[in-house]
């Protein structure tokens, strides 16, 4: 069976291409093609961020008491990447490529070290503190993230 990690990471991955269409539309002063892709990554990384934080955030912190733990710290860097989401998008729509490439590299490595604590350490978390409970809460993630285009997994 499928756990939390398995279906949030393969998200993570698809985030990731979505970012990397942009950047290579962007490097190539495709305006139009780029906002257009940053608008499809953007999408899809408020959508996970929603899904965790309304969803598996509160089960993960109701089974485990734990609310000022790694939840917190996701939470706070999900901020922070609004913040670069909105910057990188206002240099696109700007067509500042410097800004732009600036604001998304800034972010992918943000991104990353993100991902990196959240597969490793809060997802198997998740998977061993609700896992009488996987089955259905795996379903409901695949159901909120899943995007237009993008295909049921």
């Known amino acids: 069976m499928q756990g939390i990690r ?19 539309a962007a490097a190539n002063s495709a305006w139009g093609t780029a906002l257009d892709a940053f608008a499809r990554f953007r999408e899809a990384m408020l959508v996970h ?12 912190e109701q089974r485990t008491g734990i609310h000022l733990g790694p939840t917190q710290v996701m939470r706070l860097e999900h901020a922070q990447m609004r913040q670069l989401l909105a910057a990188a998008e206002s240099a696109l729509a700007a067509h500042d490529g410097e800004e732009y490439a600036g604001n998304a590299e800034t972010l992918l490595i943000m991104m990353q070290q993100h991902n990196v ?33 993008q295909g049921a997994e």
Do not use: T, W
């Not at 597969?119 to 159901?143: S, T």
């Open 6 to 24: 398995d279906v949030m990471a393969r998200h993570h991955r698809s985030c990731d291409d979505l970012l990397a269409a942009a950047e290579r």
């Open 117 to 149: 604590k959240e597969e490793n350490v809060l997802y198997p978390m998740c998977d061993e503190q609700l896992a009488d409970q996987l089955e259905a809460i795996v379903q409901q993630l695949k159901q909120s993230i899943e995007q237009p285009g």
């Open 49 to 60: 961020f929603s899904a965790e934080e309304s969803f598996l955030f509160p089960l993960f």
